[in-house]
């Protein structure tokens, strides 16, 4: 059992909540139109802050240039690349600048955030052959670009499970297990749903059943959910990096990261596990202080896989 949340997690799930109740449900307006939310600063996350640090190119990739969005690190020990969320139809590299810029300084990594092909209108398999084809990039060009050659990986949500799936495909299509690690956010693993995630119902806090079901249908686009590469989860997950799984117990994702984290210390692997009592989807890109814990734990877990 799970510790019970501290009054100020409760208080601002509850106001978050009650915003959310106000505006339009996800699902009820089209992609484009909740894009153009964010990039206006309209949405629940507020104005977004660019540093004026990030360097902008375009790699290789398998629909033509793939941008990344590069936050350089002093002397860097490793390249974490990272795989952003948005349910695989929203989100941007240049979304998480703040939080991305402090994870470079602090842990000494050069981070890349790849700028993936968005459902519906690029529905499975686009999104993971562009995360592919971004890892396959750094391993033959990390060293010569960045002054570093150990790889890391992670996301956020969408990004968890794409972050995975690319693990997988690494091991499986190039026979690369070099990942010096892998950080993964309340990821969604399993696109059959979960009980839990099917159970929780209309209950808004950035996610409810609605719109994961919103999520999915978009990116699958009829594809199976009883395929591997599509739910991770189902993967024969052997041969895996350390990784350390973070999920709040207020997610309708919650049982994705319990349920992974469990298959992949079963696989032989070294997973952390850190659940924040009162946490919602996304609650580290809140100000409230279990979010400050969840990235200071985030930030030493990938610095202590380079030290």
Same mark, same amino acid.
């Given at each position: 059992?799970?510790?019970?949340?501290?009054?100020?997690?409760?208080?601002?799930?509850?106001? #978050?909540?009650?915003?959310?109740? /106000?505006?339009?449900?996800?699902?009820?307006?089209?992609?484009?139109?909740?894009?153009?939310?964010?990039?206006?600063?309209?949405?629940?996350?507020?104005? #977004?802050?660019?540093?004026?640090?990030?360097?902008? +190119?375009?790699?290789? %990739?398998?629909?033509?240039?793939? !941008?990344?969005?590069?936050?350089?690190?002093?002397?860097?020990? %490793?390249?974490?690349?990272?795989?952003?969320?948005?349910?695989?139809?929203?989100?941007?590299?240049?979304?998480?600048?703040?939080?991305?810029?402090?994870?470079?300084? $602090?842990?000494?990594?050069?981070?890349?955030?790849?700028?993936?092909?968005?459902?519906?209108?690029?529905?499975?398999?686009?999104?993971?052959?562009?995360?592919?084809?971004?890892?396959?990039?750094?391993?033959?060009?990390?060293?010569?670009?960045?002054? /570093?050659?150990?790889?890391?990986?992670? %996301?956020?949500?969408?990004?968890?499970?794409?972050?995975?799936?690319? #693990?997988?495909?690494?091991?499986?299509?190039?026979?690369?297990?070099?990942?010096?690690?892998?950080?993964? #956010?309340?990821?969604?693993?399993?696109?059959?749903?979960?009980?839990?995630?099917?159970?929780?119902?209309?209950?808004?806090?950035?996610?409810?059943?609605?719109?994961?079901?919103?999520?999915?249908?978009?990116?699958?686009? !009829?594809?199976?959910?009883?395929?591997?590469?599509?739910?991770?989860?189902? /993967?024969?997950?052997?041969? +895996?990096?350390?990784?350390?799984? $973070?999920?709040? $117990?207020?997610?309708?994702?919650?049982?994705? $990261?319990?349920?992974?984290?469990?298959?992949?210390?079963?696989?032989?692997?070294?997973?952390?596990?850190?659940?924040?009592? !009162?946490?919602?989807? /996304?609650?580290?890109?809140?100000?409230?202080?279990?979010? !400050?814990?969840?990235?200071?734990?985030?930030?030493?877990?990938?610095?202590?896989?380079?030290?």
């Amino acid at each position: 059992m799970f510790p019970s949340a501290d009054a100020e997690t409760l208080a601002f799930n509850a106001e #978050l909540e009650h915003a959310l109740e /106000a505006l339009p449900h996800i699902t009820s307006v089209e992609p484009q139109v909740a894009r153009n939310s964010r990039e206006a600063g309209n949405s629940i996350f507020g104005p #977004l802050e660019r540093s004026p640090n990030a360097v902008e +190119m375009a790699i290789p %990739g398998p629909a033509g240039p793939l !941008g990344v969005r590069i936050f350089p690190a002093a002397d860097p020990l %490793g390249v974490y690349l990272h795989i952003h969320g948005g349910g695989w139809v929203l989100g941007a590299p240049h979304h998480q600048d703040t939080r991305l810029e402090a994870l470079a300084a $602090t842990a000494r990594v050069t981070v890349v955030s790849v700028g993936y092909r968005l459902a519906p209108e690029s529905p499975y398999p686009a999104a993971p052959d562009d995360c592919e084809a971004a890892a396959l990039w750094l391993v033959e060009n990390a060293s010569a670009e960045f002054g /570093a050659s150990r790889l890391l990986i992670g %996301g956020e949500s969408a990004g968890a499970h794409l972050s995975v799936v690319t #693990l997988v495909r690494m091991r499986d299509r190039h026979g690369f297990r070099a990942f010096a690690g892998a950080n993964l #956010l309340y990821g969604v693993y399993d696109l059959r749903m979960t009980p839990g995630s099917r159970a929780w119902g209309d209950r808004n806090l950035i996610l409810d059943t609605r719109v994961m079901e919103w999520f999915i249908s978009h990116f699958l686009a !009829g594809h199976s959910p009883d395929d591997p590469d599509a739910s991770p989860f189902l /993967a024969d997950l052997s041969g +895996m990096p350390p990784a350390l799984f $973070t999920v709040g $117990t207020e997610d309708p994702l919650l049982e994705d $990261t319990l349920f992974m984290q469990a298959r992949w210390a079963a696989a032989g692997n070294d997973a952390e596990l850190a659940v924040y009592p !009162g946490g919602i989807h /996304a609650f580290d890109a809140f100000p409230v202080k279990i979010g !400050g814990r969840a990235l200071d734990r985030i930030n030493r877990f990938v610095a202590g896989l380079l030290a």
